[in-house]
């Protein structure tokens, strides 16, 4: 996936600020090398008559502005070179108080600018509007000792992330929500200690110190790479981009005590495809919704996440770690870390979205698997040569054997690829399914009811119901139902009829036999019998579960 077709990677981060004696001012830029293009730069509101500016936006009308992709340039790095350091300053440094406190999102000329701009003051006022950074208040109650901050010229700042204007509203309110998280940190920070104003004041006098250097006044960007060495700010601003645009998530504690934690997950869930289809982020959160007890989750990598565990994390997540196997269900893992089915939902949601695992059905030897669509089967791919350093299988013959859905158990026979290796074949499909290139399959069943001159060729006409037991059970269903169970020979059983009668409302074609199996406490050996008896009005498909599908194929 080339660097063009990821929205969400970008361009830039920059640190602005106002203040009372120097009004507006870039204090930090990352990346400072400027791209090699002999666009003029812009430096003055004048210069950008062939733009429109769009601030603080909402959803609907954002998203519509089409006319700024078309007119955007093919080179965005170029096109942000195009600003002057000055004109920067003055379109991204919050001096009007009124848009503090609020999102920021400015587009023009194919560029994006998105931020969270703050005042140094009126704390309470932002924090109780968002709910998910109570902690911060919390801290503030824990640190009401901390020495008065100092007189400052500092007023306002924006931590500002510099996107392409072609990336989707639902990328650019999680930069909002990181710029405001980095935001409220500083301003944590700085009301404990003047930790942003120790740092703004080193930066402004490296730009002063630059300005006297008649050779550095045309490299601006010689001043950032100074306040790159000596900021300790500049620096975690350094790494907060490149862990953005390596990872998609973010751990680091703003002036070593304040701990932010960031998951992007437009970047998190294009990672592992190898250049296959991208995955929207609202499929893989409507997956999330869908989750239910008896699915089971496929946690890419236990020791990764044991290793980066925060300061903070909550016990619960060691029990389900603890308990972990690919071949348990949500239900089963709650019941053995001892904890609610709720709780392992929201640990399980938490992990997905990170990046951490998938959804996927537990596995065992009666689960038919089959590649993946969007499967990438280019025998030179990364993706292959990967496979074959870990397995010493070649990864486009291996796939062959999933051309047709194909059961687990099908390769445990004496002629089987991979027979007396059982955990080698669960960890083969294991890292196939980590990276898109199976999806499994489900039987669903349709009820279909035959017209009476097409029934009357399978079988003979029955005579009226006589059985007042087997009125009582069909008495709720439609005639031309109650025609078409009768005639099926395993309706002389009451006990058949009854739970068939009980299933009838899953055989829309909606619930697969795992779904069906869970919610009715059957064992997969009495629904397949019951199926069998009532084929003649039966009607089976094999199709990919929504919720599982969601993380290779974006289908929900």
Request: charged fraction near 20%; include cysteine; proline fraction near 4%.
């Amino acid at each position: 996936m080339s660097g063009s077709d990821q929205p969400w990677i970008p361009l830039s981060i920059m640190l602005s600020m106002y203040g009372s004696r120097i009004t507006s001012k870039l204090l930090f830029r990352y990346p400072y090398n400027k791209s090699q293009s002999d666009t003029q730069p812009l430096s003055s509101y004048k210069q950008l008559t062939s733009s429109t500016f769009h601030l603080n936006r909402q959803h609907g009308s954002v998203s519509d502005d089409s006319d700024d992709v078309k007119k955007a340039p093919r080179n965005e790095a170029e096109q942000l070179d195009s600003f002057s350091d000055e004109l920067l300053a003055t379109i991204l440094s919050p001096g009007n108080t009124k848009i503090c406190g609020k999102k920021f999102d400015l587009k023009t000329n194919g560029i994006r600018f998105v931020g969270f701009p703050l005042v140094i003051d009126q704390f309470s006022s932002v924090l109780s509007k968002f709910d998910i950074l109570e902690k911060y208040r919390q801290n503030i109650k824990e640190h009401e000792g901390c020495k008065k901050k100092e007189d400052s010229t500092l007023l306002s700042f924006n931590i500002v992330f510099v996107l392409k204007a072609v990336a989707e509203y639902t990328i650019v309110e999680k930069y909002q929500e990181l710029a405001l998280q980095l935001g409220l940190a500083l301003r944590f920070e700085e009301k404990c200690s003047d930790y942003l104003t120790h740092e703004t004041r080193l930066m402004l006098s490296v730009h002063d110190e630059m300005s006297l250097e008649s050779e550095c006044m045309a490299e601006p960007e010689h001043a950032y790479k100074t306040i790159l060495e000596k900021s300790h700010l500049a620096d975690q601003l350094h790494i907060i981009f490149n862990s953005i645009c390596q990872t998609g998530i973010l751990s680091v504690k703003v002036n070593n005590s304040t701990h932010i934690s960031f998951c992007l997950p437009h970047k998190v869930h294009n990672m592992a495809s190898y250049g296959q289809n991208t995955i929207s982020v609202s499929f893989i959160e409507k997956a999330i919704e869908k989750i239910r007890p008896y699915h089971g989750i496929l946690i890419f990598d236990k020791k990764e996440i044991w290793s980066t565990l925060p300061d903070d994390y909550t016990p619960s997540l060691t029990r389900l770690l603890t308990v972990y196997e690919p071949t348990k269900s949500l239900q089963c893992t709650a019941s053995d870390a001892d904890l609610p089915l709720t709780q392992i939902y929201t640990l399980t949601s938490q992990l997905v979205y990170w990046g951490k695992a998938c959804i996927i059905y537990p596995l065992c030897d009666s689960n038919i698997y089959v590649i993946a669509p969007s499967a990438e089967l280019n025998p030179n791919s990364e993706a292959a040569r990967s496979f074959y350093m870990r397995f010493n299988h070649d990864m486009v013959d291996v796939l062959s054997n999933f051309s047709l859905p194909v059961r687990l158990s099908d390769f445990q026979t004496p002629h089987g690829l991979f027979y007396g290796e059982e955990d080698k074949l669960a960890q083969v499909v294991f890292w196939l399914l980590q990276h898109r290139f199976l999806i499994q399959m489900h039987t669903f069943i349709y009820f279909c009811p035959v017209e009476a001159d097409q029934q009357s060729t399978m079988s003979e006409q029955k005579p009226p119901i006589q059985n007042t037991e087997t009125r009582s059970i069909i008495a709720g269903l439609p005639w031309k139902q109650r025609k078409a169970i009768m005639d099926v020979h395993a309706s002389n059983s009451a006990k058949d009829l009854r739970l068939f009668v009980n299933l009838l409302k899953y055989f829309d074609g909606n619930c697969h036999m795992e779904e069906i199996m869970y919610n009715e406490n059957l064992s997969r050996t009495q629904l397949l019998a019951l199926l069998d008896k009532f084929s003649p009005v039966l009607l089976t498909t094999s199709r990919e579960d929504s919720t599982t599908a969601a993380f290779c194929m974006g289908l929900i």
